[in-house]
């Protein structure tokens, strides 16, 4: 159980001003949960600079200088940068995301990747939001698209590992509101099919399976119905891609959504209170998702 | 005995005579069996754990003369005003509706002469439970019949139910023959309908929205009274870590032999966890959370007696509440109306029908006849004594293992007689050191 | 009391309409820095004998519980949006919301008046007993869930399962109403102005006689609104399921 965000910037002007916006809408998140948080941001010049790919890695044992130095090592990736930020660290190269992902692995077997891509970093971990909103320099972010989590741990535990966001595959990034019913089923019959999984928590099983879906050539929307009619439960639900921003609730639609539009942005919050700081909200198409409608948005 | 089995004659483990039963009655009807009371099948339980008395290591304490204290405070987490009890045996949630206003009556009667709280139900407060209460817990239910901010305020204390160990899961029922115009006007409803409750609340769903129900529970009491989160006992351990985190001051985990008005036999017989297995878990998680005792635990679901209220303390509880227990101290299965219930198809010990309205002790009735039956000051005083002695029972434990209060049992009081209720209640198996699933046993 | 000394006149906008609202308050609370519970301390601090006065809430920001539990003769102006039950187990005050509300607004009333001037969200007036709830937008899912005789008029449409349990009260839908409506209803009179898109278990059309036109047109006059009562439809309870018939079993 949660609280969740998303912002998707359509001007331009904003993009500066990305992390601290969802820096707020993150906070006033919190009170929704305490035990982790996470956000997914896309577009930042530090952590996904252009003509590079970026890798998150959870809880790196060494500093993030050394680290480089070892995942520059480990593959032929071409010159490695990496920051620390919490719990994560961002390893960018330039080099696809695949090769890259493959060094930092093979640099440190074992560890939990919890994004690659082009344009996004997911930045997770344990404690309060507040304290790890600084630990991500949240405030200095920018970029053109962020989504945001706060949890309160149902069933699976309290690790870095188990926050969310989850991003599972290239530029994919999930968030959710709620508990799915029948996830330990869906799980099994994505390990039979090969999938691995990094985590207990129910949401991995719900960004598995979208991304399952993406891989064999379903788009955002038909793979959010796929997960309608396949998951019980109650969830709202933030996808984003390297293009778009998707919204969906389940059938019951109790867990809280709200949307707001205006033409500098699309906002989706678990309540309007994470809104209320965001240029223009005053005069901005304010609406509450109908159950089992995919409400997408492409760049 | 059996004249059948010298015939060569066998029953079936299987297809025993209840099941049988069972089967035609829902092929003659085509509804399920709805009965009242907990569950009735075989279950590890309290009789399966045994206390070890002092002797040489420990000292024990004199009875009647040495201190062994009784006394509990509930919420005081957050509250201005927490609940301080005589007696860490409390009186469970029952409606009236289910009971008539002279078994609430009672029950407020009995509760108050010992220093102990009664619980109202679904649909409200009522005036006999009130003036008859000392320290009365006012239950906020999925359905909110008869939910009245007045009667918020009235309270002393305010019990968020999620769900109760009879059917967690499941929402209440009432059938018609119970919805007289009383209870019908107290629920708004109209007379002699077969009530439904909802299983969740209307307004929030979850642990993050009840944080905010809690919060405006709390400001519309400005602070003053302590609130307590039920659930029945299924996954104790998470749910009672989410109550704790939505803003708890009180969980209440009610095992699967807890009681209920009216339920579905099939719910009652095959949902939720037995009591013994759930408080380990309840305990487990607050302490993990550091909040042991700091946010109390009351336990209820088939506690019977002083040595299943210590039990239950040394496993970590701060208090029980009682139900069926509580209304068989007011007179329910009285053997001296044994012929009354063979009239109705039952017998004095068996009768179960809580639903029907039709209960000769005149307690689970809503019958104006029936309902004279029961003496509200002769009753309340039996539940009196029954307090008492319970009480009484579990200090004549504690000061055997040498404790002054109630609360300084421990685990390490306990061992278990069997293997289930050493994995259960995570216990050595008695006269050895092996915890079911514990590495590294010592002596 | 004391508070009701600092008498201010201001001029704020409406954030659903743009326009410009002028309202005189003898009480003014900015949640920009007092905290909820001071707000809602306040309003319960106020004496009965003290007589009706009006209080002003600005920068409510989204923020839950917001004049809640009140019993007195008070109007409270919430100039913004608000979140979680709003209003709730409301006696005898009038609130209005210059905004939309969250979750549960007016949950458990039982009597008095909120009027939302934006949408509500979810479980509006929910377990209401008594008071009169105006929602001038829409509302989403489970308006009047499990409503005990307070009066709803939505102006704009309702979401899926409102009026889901409805044991008592009006709720009068100027727009449309989603899936199941009324749905396990008992007693409760639901009226639609526009479209259903299905009625719930044991809901059944009944027909519009005077008395209810009348009715109607009282609730439709109570709220402010000219909508034509002829225009409506009467929806109610088949009462079917109100003791269990193996025929209807399905049903549950």
């Known amino acids: 159980m949660c609280g969740i965000a998303g912002l998707h910037v359509r001007d331009s002007a904003l993009f500066p001003h990305l992390g601290r916006l969802l820096q707020g809408m993150l906070c006033q998140a919190a009170e929704r949960g305490t035990d982790a948080a996470g956000v997914g941001i896309y577009g930042d010049p530090r952590l996904t600079p252009a003509g590079r790919s970026t890798v998150c890695v959870l809880d790196v044992p060494v500093p993030a200088g050394q680290a480089a130095a070892l995942v520059d090592a480990a593959g032929e990736v071409g010159p490695v940068e990496a920051v620390a930020a919490g719990q994560t660290t961002v390893f960018t190269a330039p080099a696809s995301p695949e090769v890259l992902e493959a060094a930092v692995r093979a640099a440190f077997p074992g560890v939990v990747v919890t994004s690659r891509g082009n344009s996004l970093a997911v930045l997770k971990g344990t404690g309060h939001p507040d304290d790890l909103a600084r630990t991500f320099s949240l405030a200095d972010a920018q970029g053109w698209q962020g989504v945001a989590h706060t949890r309160m741990a149902t069933e699976s535990a309290v690790t870095s590992t188990g926050s969310h966001p989850f991003s599972v595959g290239p530029d994919q990034c999930l968030v959710h509101n709620g508990s799915f019913a029948n996830h330990a089923t869906i799980r099994r019959e994505l390990r039979a099919e090969g999938i691995a999984f990094d985590s207990d928590n129910d949401t991995e099983v719900g960004a598995r399976f979208v991304a399952h879906q993406l891989a064999q050539g379903a788009d955002v929307e038909k793979a959010l119905r796929l997960l309608c009619e396949r998951f019980d439960g109650f969830y709202t639900l933030v996808v984003t891609t390297g293009t778009s921003f998707a919204v969906v609730r389940d059938a019951i639609a109790c867990k809280p959504a709200v949307v707001a539009e205006t033409d500098a942005w699309v906002a989706m919050a678990s309540e309007y209170r994470y809104l209320a700081g965001l240029p223009g909200v005053e005069s901005a198409r304010i609406f509450e998702p109908e159950p089992e409608v995919v409400y997408a948005w492409e760049r | 005995m059996n004249d059948f089995a010298s015939q060569g004659l066998r029953e079936s483990a299987t297809f025993d005579r209840t099941t049988i039963a069972a089967i035609q009655h829902a092929a003659r009807t085509g509804i399920y069996d709805i009965r009242g009371g907990g569950a009735k099948r075989e279950l590890p339980h309290f009789d399966d754990l045994l206390f070890l008395g002092a002797s040489m290591s420990r000292y024990p304490l004199e009875g009647y003369r040495e201190r062994c204290d009784t006394d509990v405070v509930l919420g005081a987490r957050n509250a201005k005003f927490p609940l301080h009890l005589s007696t860490p045996v409390t009186i469970a949630g029952m409606s009236f509706g289910a009971l008539s206003g002279r078994a609430k009556e009672a029950l407020g009667r009995g509760a108050s002469e010992v220093g102990t709280s009664t619980t109202t139900g679904d649909g409200g407060m009522t005036e006999e439970e009130r003036g008859q209460s000392k320290h009365l817990v006012y239950q906020y239910l999925p359905s909110r019949y008869g939910m009245n901010p007045d009667h918020l305020r009235a309270a002393d204390a305010i019990e968020v139910v999620l769900g109760q160990g009879a059917k967690p899961g499941g929402g209440g029922m009432l059938l018609g023959q119970k919805i007289t115009e009383r209870v019908a006007g107290m629920r708004t409803l109209p007379v002699g309908v077969d009530q439904r409750s909802a299983c969740r609340h209307p307004d929030w769903t979850g642990p993050d929205d009840l944080a905010i129900k809690i919060a405006e529970l709390r400001e519309i009491t400005d602070w003053e009274k302590p609130v307590y989160v039920k659930v029945g006992a299924s996954r104790p351990y998470y749910d009672v870590k989410l109550a704790v985190k939505a803003g708890a001051d009180v969980v209440v985990v009610d095992g699967m032999q807890g009681g209920t008005a009216a339920t579905q036999d099939v719910f009652i017989e095959h949902v939720g966890i037995p009591t013994l297995a759930a408080i380990p878990q309840a305990v487990q998680a607050l302490q993990e959370m550091g909040v042991h005792r700091e946010v109390q635990l009351i336990v209820s679901g088939g506690v019977r007696n002083g040595a299943d209220l210590a039990k239950c303390m040394a496993l970590g509880a701060d208090a029980v509440a009682i139900g069926t227990a509580a209304l068989i101290a007011l007179g329910d299965n009285d053997p001296a109306l044994d012929a009354e219930y063979r009239a109705l198809g039952s017998a004095a010990g068996y009768y179960d029908d809580w639903q029907a309205g039709r209960d000769p002790a005149g307690i689970t009735t809503q019958d104006p006849e029936l309902q004279q039956r029961l003496d509200p000051v002769a009753a309340g005083h039996r539940l009196a004594n029954y307090l008492r002695v319970m009480t009484m029972e579990a200090q004549i434990i504690a000061r055997a293992c040498g404790k002054a209060h109630l609360q300084h049992l421990e685990p390490e009081d306990l061992v278990a007689l069997t293997v289930e209720a050493a994995a259960m209640a995570r216990l050595p198996l008695a006269g050895t050191s092996w915890v079911p699933g514990r590495a590294g046993a010592g002596l | ?252």
């Open chain 3, 1 to 252: 009391m004391g508070a009701l000394t600092d008498v201010t006149t201001d001029v704020t906008t409406d954030v659903t309409t743009g326009a410009a609202a002028t309202t005189t308050a003898d009480v003014v609370v900015d949640l920009a820095t007092a905290q909820v519970r001071e707000l809602n301390a306040r309003l319960h601090a106020v004496a009965p004998a003290a007589g009706p006065s009006t209080w002003r809430v600005l920068h409510p920001a989204g923020k839950h519980n917001i004049a809640v539990g009140l019993d007195r003769d008070l109007t409270v102006e919430v100039e913004g949006h608000v979140g979680y039950f709003c209003a709730g187990m409301n006696q005898q005050a009038a609130v209005v919301v210059h905004g939309n509300a969250g979750n549960g607004v007016a949950e458990n009333m039982m009597s008095g008046r909120v009027h939302v001037r934006g949408n509500a969200s979810q479980a509006a007036g929910a377990t209401a007993h008594g008071g009169l709830l105006v929602i001038d937008g829409d509302t989403s899912a489970r308006c009047g869930i499990s409503m005990k005789g307070v009066d709803i008029v939505v102006g704009g449409s309702v979401g899926h399962m409102s009026a889901f349990m409805a044991q008592a009260g009006r709720l009068v839908v100027c727009g449309d109403a989603g899936d199941a409506l009324g749905d396990s209803i008992y007693e409760a009179r639901l009226y639609v102005r526009g479209s259903v898109k299905s009625l719930g278990a044991d809901c059944v059309e009944k027909e519009v006689r005077a008395e209810h036109l009348a009715e109607l047109a009282g609730l439709l006059a109570a709220a402010g609104r000219d909508e034509d009562p002829a225009q409506f439809r009467r929806y109610g309870s088949a009462r079917t399921l109100y003791n269990f018939h193996v025929d209807n079993a399905s049903a549950y």
